[in-house]
């Protein structure tokens, strides 16, 4: 289980080794995403809250990257956060994810990017619920759910 000091950890020296790495050009990303996934993925947008996919959807499953299609989170992590965005405690593997310390907006927050692809996700923050306490805070546009019968299927 993850808590604050690894995120603090893994944004301040490195970040945990991905399982591979998805490497494309901007021109192979616009090709493959739609405008809105391009413009949260690539671009580090933020959708608008509640009027977003997955903010209210509670179905079992799992979450895999609009981008590469590698498994970020597990439906049994996401909770009810009232922020506006689909919120999960815990990411599916440690190495799932990859941090990076954001000062944009005058707030300091930890960016929280796709590891195999490096694709945008959202943020984490250490307001989350026990016993981990974290956060997750992510774009719909940069998710989509597979569900317990569908094969994971990366590219
Ligand atoms: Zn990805």
Known sequence: ???????????????????????????????????????VLRQRGTE??????????Y??????????????FEAATKY??????????QPAAKNALSYHFDDGHNMQRVEVRCNVCAGHLGHVFPDGPAPAGLRYCINS????RLSPDDPVESH
Not at 11 to 35: G, H
Not at 51 to 57: A, D, E, H, I, S
Not at 80 to 88: N, Q, R, V
Not at 141 to 144: A, F, G, N, P, T
Request: charged share 15%; net charge positive; aromatic share 12%.
């Open 80 to 89: 009810h956060a009232i922020s506006g965005w689909p919120s999960f405690t």
């Open 59 to 72: 179905e079992p499953g799992r979450y895999v990257c609009a981008g590469c299609g590698s498994v970020l």
């Open 1 to 39: 289980m993850l808590r604050w000091v690894d995120v603090l950890k893994y944004a301040r020296y490195s970040n945990p080794e991905p399982p591979r790495r998805l490497v494309l050009t901007e021109a192979e990303w616009a090709a493959q995403l739609t405008p809105a996934q391009l413009a």
């Open 48 to 57: 608008p809250p509640y009027r977003n996919t997955y903010c209210r959807t």
């Open 141 to 144: 546009v940069s998710l989509h």
